[in-house]
């Protein structure tokens, strides 16, 4: 039996909105990009033109148009939570890259309604539970190789960042990603974080600190800690130990060729997240796709998305108070 298109509507058409649109077109065989809106309407009727699709007038048009059955948001983090509470009362899926909300009294209405539906709804767009890395150390340890997990290690470098960067976005926009892959690969919640001031980097280009070391301690006592680089770093890179009682796991570096030439020995390391995690993006919206089908997603939840906003929130208070600041979580309802 041939298997139901899902048509999907797409709200934001900027850089990561593109590359969305390309991988549900040409990578996902069971969905169709129907519908589009951008802020910039010539940016929307662009991309309409150039897949065949719909540019509505309002984000809110489209989540409402019964020609879409699921909406994707890439759209500015400050829309996130209207256009999602929107697909919640139209009971859409959605999938909303992160933030999920600005506020995690915003998340947690979403988590609330629903709830309330009885039934889940919201995919957060943490992609690094796709990688294949990632995946492989998270199985790992559910087959107990190393032992219990002690801590973790783990770095997150960039080499630039748009203008209007700001400080806390290295928490909301950059720490975010190791925030929720450090509470799934241990399947704990976190107790207490902090964030401590280093010596800064000459080589940033604004006003922001740069870098910043992030502390996360788990409800079980296990402490992770986090080098944030936002700008000035040799490459893009991301790195993570688990150290065990038994031994340590260490995600393996993007797969490519080792070169000897000149007395060297080298390989290239990327220069974004684009490349980086590229066959995880892939990974993410076909289980997408294929879960909404089932009619069960299985995805980064909204609860996963309320967890990392109020950790990030309390992130940003430590900085600001120089001491550890408590992450206090709402109970969490049965749905996750």
């Not at 929307?44 to 065949?52: H, I, N, R, T, V």
């Not at 038994?246 to 000897?260: E, Y």
């Not at 069960?296 to 940003?316: E, K, M, N, Q």
């Amino acid at each position: 039996m041939k298997q139901q298109t899902i048509r999907i509507g797409l709200i934001g058409c900027g850089a990561i909105g593109k590359e969305h649109l390309k991988r549900l077109t040409n990578v996902v065989p069971q969905t169709k990009v129907v519908g589009v809106y951008d802020y910039f309407k010539e940016v929307a009727d662009e991309m309409a033109s150039q897949y065949e699709a719909e540019s509505f007038a309002s984000g809110e048009e489209l989540i409402q148009s019964d020609n879409v059955d699921a909406v994707l948001v890439t759209s500015t983090d400050d829309t996130h939570a209207g256009y999602v509470m929107e697909c919640l009362k139209n009971d859409k899926y959605v999938f909303c890259e992160k933030p999920l909300a600005l506020t995690a009294a915003e998340c947690a209405e979403m988590v609330k309604k629903e709830v309330e539906l009885g039934h889940r709804l919201i995919q957060v767009g943490f992609n690094r539970r796709f990688d294949s890395g990632y995946r492989e150390m998270k199985q790992a340890l559910i087959d107990g190789e190393v032992g219990e997990p002690l801590m973790i290690h783990s770095a997150h470098r960039n080499i630039s960042q748009a203008p209007g960067f700001q400080t806390d976005y290295a928490i909301t926009r950059v720490a975010i990603h190791e925030i929720d892959i450090t509470r799934w690969l241990l399947d704990q919640e976190y107790d207490e974080v902090q964030v401590l001031k280093v010596k800064q980097s000459k080589r940033t280009t604004g006003d922001w600190l740069n870098p910043q070391l992030v502390m996360f301690k788990t409800c079980e006592g296990q402490i992770i800690d986090v080098e944030v680089q936002t700008d000035g770093a040799y490459a893009y890179d991301v790195q993570c130990q688990v150290v065990g009682e038994d031994g340590t796991l260490n995600l393996p570096d993007p797969a490519t060729v080792v070169k000897r030439t000149k007395q060297s020995k080298h390989y290239q390391l990327g220069n974004d997240w684009a490349t980086r995690f590229i066959d995880s993006y892939d990974t993410e919206f076909t289980e997408w796709a294929d879960s909404i089908s089932a009619g069960r997603l299985v995805g980064p939840s909204a609860w996963d998305g309320y967890a990392a906003c109020v950790t990030t929130d309390a992130l940003i208070k430590s900085r600001k108070t120089g001491i550890p600041e408590k992450v206090k979580l709402m109970e969490k309802p049965d749905l996750y």
